[in-house]
Every structure is written in structure tokens, then in C-alpha cells.
């Protein structure tokens, strides 16, 4: 099935068997990140978080919206599309978008902070990251940040 077709079927694998499917790989954990600071309430409002959305990201090495792999060797990215097929957001889902966007040996990947403000440092560069979850239903990331954790 082609991005587009996943992106409209509310039937999407989870991220895990996504990941799976492509690397070839056992995968030990998975999740969905945003690079950057979540924007807060008050700059959505007042339109300032636009701004912060045209900056240039931090690692250059991801995309801005990506799913992390961890397999028992390495930790592999893939870019990706967060969908939600109701007006509520209650069916929302993630789909990875193409090949891998890199790959690092575990050692080299690590987390730290809280989901919704923590810093990512994947081969010497440290960048801010969040969960972009809109509801909280994702149960696959909070087990990729603990096992990355320092």
C-alpha cells in the first residue's frame, strides 16, 4: 500500500510493524517526535509560534517530523505524516513517508528530558524535540524514550 492510500485508510499498521517492514529488522522500540519546542498556547494565539515554524531545524540529520527505530544494533529514522481521519483527532495514526533518513549505532542516539520538552543527541548534536500526539493515544513513544534515555 502507497503512502497516499495509508494516509486516507484508517487500517494503518502500527508504527513497530511499519518499521519492521522496511528496515528487515527485529525492532525493540519505536515512536513519533517533532523537532522543536512544543509552541504554548499563548504563542498560538498570538501567532508567534508561526514564526517558530519557519526556522530552520536543528538537525539537519531529521526531518522535522520523524519516527525513531530501535533495533538491537542501531537506531534508524524515517520521515513521517501524523493523520487523524475524524474531526475529533481520535483516530489518529502515523505514516512513515519512504526510505531511511539515517541510521546510528545505539550508543550514539540518546534522550533526555520530558516528552513535551526534551533533547535529543544523535551522533554529538543535541536538539529540542516533543510528542506531537494531539491525544495522547500513542503507546509506542514513551517506551522509545525510555529506552534511549541517558
Not at 500500500?1 to 525492532?27: D, H, I, N, R, Y
Not at 522543536?36 to 509560534?49: I, N
Not at 508561526?50 to 539537519?60: D, E, H, S, T, V
Not at 527505530?69 to 481521519?85: H, K, L, N, Q, Y
Amino acid at each position: 500500500m502507497g503512502t497516499l492510500q495509508k494516509m486516507f485508510s484508517s487500517q494503518v499498521e502500527t508504527m513497530q510493524a511499519q518499521v519492521e517492514e522496511l528496515t528487515g529488522e527485529e525492532v525493540l522500540a519505536v515512536g513519533h517526535l517533532r523537532q522543536g519546542r512544543k509552541p504554548s498556547m499563548t504563542a498560538m494565539l498570538t501567532g508567534t509560534a508561526l514564526i517558530g515554524m519557519m526556522k530552520p531545524r536543528a538537525g539537519k540529520a531529521l526531518p522535522r517530523h520523524f519516527v525513531l527505530g530501535v533495533t538491537p544494533s542501531r537506531v534508524v529514522a524515517f520521515a513521517c505524516v501524523g493523520v487523524s481521519d475524524d474531526d475529533d483527532g481520535e483516530n489518529y495514526h502515523v505514516v512513515l513517508r519512504g526510505k531511511e533518513r539515517g541510521s546510528w549505532p545505539r550508543e550514539a542516539v540518546s534522550f533526555r528530558g520530558s516528552p513535551e520538552d526534551g533533547e535529543l543527541t544523535v551522533a554529538d548534536q543535541t536538539f529540542p524535540v516533543h510528542f506531537p500526539d494531539p491525544n495522547g493515544a500513542d503507546e509506542e513513544t514513551p517506551a522509545l524514550l525510555a529506552a534511549l534515555r541517558d
